[in-house]
């Protein structure tokens, strides 16, 4: 239970006291457990935007809310950690330097487009979703971005220096928990984003590729991984399912 309450301890604003304790162990198991998290919060985003259609608000406006309230549900640590993340990735010198900038608490330039650029994605998408009827897959697609976390905590990549979070988190998920929860998710995605069945595996695959894509790409330059990685992660798999769910093979 203690990965659990973690998990949602971590994960949202839901009052749940985290154990006292939290070890790389504890952790593990919270990192395991959050598809089912999101999934949750998934089902929380397709309820309020079938709410807010239902009472005459438009598709896309009704898109921008619920990303909002996803980004209030997380504390926003998520897009937070995007942002962080394009401003890391944005600047010049070494590790070190890219880290500060990281750390600095500011939102610059890289940082600014890429909140911009992802919050729309999701907000239209969700609002295309909605439109077709297709409430299954906006739970789908906020799963399927914290299976990219469980992805990430896969790597082989240690610890950035300085981050607690990547200490208790980096390389604690086993291969075998990771692919299922990746096969599972395209398994799911199939009859979520029904009724073009192959769309979905697709949408998800090549989502948690290119999330696994930056994470190494962003571990190599920031000289590990850390929390804001696995935010940057997040949000650009939800981004890319929610987006391709949208296509009309």
């Not at 457990?33 to 949750?40: F, K, N, S």
């Not at 600095?104 to 890289?110: D, I, N, Q, R, Y």
């Not at 073009?196 to 590990?224: E, N, Q």
């Amino acid at each position: 239970m203690n990965g659990v309450r973690l998990a949602f301890s971590w994960l949202t604003v839901l009052p749940v006291r985290g154990p006292d304790d939290v070890d790389r162990a504890v952790a593990a198991r919270a990192i395991r457990l959050a598809p089912v998290v999101g999934a949750l919060l998934g089902g929380g985003a397709a309820a309020l935007m079938w709410v807010l259609t239902a009472a005459g608000m438009g598709t896309v406006l009704a898109g921008f809310v619920t990303v909002g309230g996803l980004a209030l549900a997380t504390r926003g640590m998520h897009l937070d950690g995007l942002a962080d993340t394009l401003d890391g990735l944005g600047c010049y010198g070494p590790p070190e330097r890219a880290r500060e900038v990281m750390k600095s608490g500011g939102v610059g330039a890289f940082g600014a487009a890429a909140l911009v650029f992802v919050i729309a994605i999701q907000a239209f998408s969700f609002g295309a979703l909605a439109e077709s009827g297709r409430w299954p897959a906006i739970v789908l697609v906020v799963a399927v971005g914290r299976v990219a976390v469980v992805l990430a905590c896969m790597l082989p990549a240690e610890a950035a220096p300085g981050s607690g979070f990547g200490v208790l988190v980096a390389r604690t998920q086993s291969v075998p928990i990771a692919l299922a929860w990746a096969i599972f998710a395209m398994g799911l995605s199939a009859l979520a984003i029904a009724p073009y069945y192959s769309l979905g595996p697709l949408a998800v695959a090549l989502a948690l590729i290119a999330a696994l894509f930056l994470t190494r790409h962003c571990v190599r330059r920031f000289g590990g991984l850390n929390g804001d990685i696995l935010g940057a992660a997040l949000e650009l798999t939800v981004a890319i399912v929610a987006a391709l769910a949208t296509l009309h093979p």
